[in-house]
């Protein structure tokens, strides 16, 4: 019986994360609009965009210092999480009528996300042990993008003007709360110790080199993901002068379909042949497409998607590899906090100005500043597997 819930909870958890996660990126999908509603700068688009990822971080940080998805039902934590996150996604539409109060309320929209993407992890890792928890960690990790991508298929699909995106976005974020709250359960691999307050177990994990290099590589991925996903559609337009609609079509294919095929790739790949491995061939393809974006920079259509379709589902493939490794050697009484402190440093990372730098040398160029991430990232899981081999001889 338990067999068979878990493959159910499972698809409940990947369903929230694709509905709740499709706020993330609701406003970076209207962003062209807003340009011409509030007539505001490129700095200004770059902060819009940035100040989910500021919010995500600072709620992370404050989960984790009050171990939040130890210490209380994590479902309840998620549930919570994103209603909040849709009052403030509604907030835009109907409360902000320019730049300064749309900031603050996706600050908030990331801030209350924190509390929906890591207690998954820590939910979806409660129903599988170590044979199964990297595929089943992929699903969760391909449930994400698919909803971080749902706001440019919105767009893609159909005229509804900006304020209409946000709301459907809302909407579906309540749906989230929702499901979470009356169907998510914790699974057996839960840890029943009674976690007490340990704030400094987010820093305390670093003194351990399996996490730390689990880390260390997750760090490293972090640095290219959330700016490729962000910016993808503005390297598009500029790379092929095409529409609003075609753009919000591709980038949908190249973060969401592709993403899926990754995520899932990477999971069987973290099952079959190890952590370190799986994710550092994900790091090396994800890299590799980083630094040939410059040549394919304006080529025909049939090159240019087959670059975006490789590296959308290289930079995503990773994730869910990252996390299961980090839940396998982590305290396993902080595994919610352990999970929660990842991704606070991961997303601190993410904020960068990739479009300043494509005002001063263009887009062709401007993925380049990308290209460390995945390198530092790969050095680190060639690291990991060597520790592992180590101890896999000596036990």
Same mark, same amino acid.
């Given at each position: ?50 100040? %989910? ?21 994590? #479902? ?13 996604? %509604? ?60 706001? @440019? ?35 057996? @691999? ?5 976690? #007490? @307050? ?22 490293? @991925? ?78 025909p259509w049939p090159l240019l998607m087959v670059l975006l379709v490789v590296w959308g589902a290289a930079v995503i493939a990773d994730s869910g590899v990252f996390s299961t490794a980090l839940s396998e050697v982590a305290d396993s009484r902080y595994i919610g906090t352990a999970l929660t402190a ?8 993410t904020i960068n100005f990739v479009p300043v730098l494509a005002a001063l040398v263009g887009w062709r160029y401007a993925f380049l500043v990308l290209a460390p991430g995945p390198i530092l990232g790969a050095l680190a ?15």
């Amino acid at each position: 019986m338990a067999s068979e819930n878990r493959y159910v909870q499972l698809g409940l958890i990947a369903a929230v994360q694709v509905l709740a996660m499709s706020m993330w990126f609701s406003a970076s999908a209207v962003v062209p609009a807003l340009r011409g509603a509030w007539d505001i700068s490129d700095m200004q688009a770059v902060w819009l965009t940035a100040s %989910v990822q500021v919010g995500f971080v600072v709620g992370a940080v404050v989960s984790a210092a009050l171990n939040l998805p130890d210490r209380f039902p994590p #479902q309840l934590v998620a549930a919570c999480s994103a209603l909040g996150a849709a009052a403030a996604t %509604v907030s835009v539409p109907l409360f902000a009528d320019g730049f300064g109060p749309a900031v603050l309320c996706r600050l908030c929209t990331g801030f209350f996300l924190a509390g929906v993407y890591p207690v998954g992890m820590k939910l979806m890792a409660s129903w599988f042990g170590a044979a199964g928890r990297g595929l089943a960690l992929g699903v969760l990790i391909g449930a994400l993008t698919v909803g971080s991508a749902l706001p @440019h298929l919105i767009k893609g699909l159909g005229s509804l003007p900006w304020q209409g995106v946000l709301v459907t976005a809302a909407a579906i974020g309540v749906g989230a709360a929702v499901l979470v709250a009356t169907l998510v359960r914790p699974g057996p @691999h839960l840890s029943r110790g009674g976690a #007490q @307050h340990r704030p400094r177990y987010a820093l305390e994990m670093f003194r351990e080199r399996g996490p730390r290099l689990a880390n260390l590589g997750y760090f490293g @991925h972090m640095w290219e993901l959330y700016a490729l996903w962000t910016w993808l559609p503005a390297f598009v337009t500029a790379s092929t002068a095409s529409g609003d609609a075609t753009v919000g079509l591709v980038s949908f294919v190249a973060i969401g379909i592709a993403g899926v095929v990754g995520c899932l790739l990477g999971g069987w790949g973290a099952d079959r042949f190890g952590r370190a491995p799986a994710a550092g061939v994900a790091l090396v393809v994800s890299g590799a497409c980083c630094l040939l974006s410059p040549l394919l920079f304006g080529a025909p259509w049939p090159l240019l998607m087959v670059l975006l379709v490789v590296w959308g589902a290289a930079v995503i493939a990773d994730s869910g590899v990252f996390s299961t490794a980090l839940s396998e050697v982590a305290d396993s009484r902080y595994i919610g906090t352990a999970l929660t402190a990842q991704t606070a440093i991961g997303f601190l990372l993410t904020i960068n100005f990739v479009p300043v730098l494509a005002a001063l040398v263009g887009w062709r160029y401007a993925f380049l500043v990308l290209a460390p991430g995945p390198i530092l990232g790969a050095l680190a899981m060639r690291a990991l597997g060597g520790r592992t081999a180590r101890r896999a001889r000596t036990s």
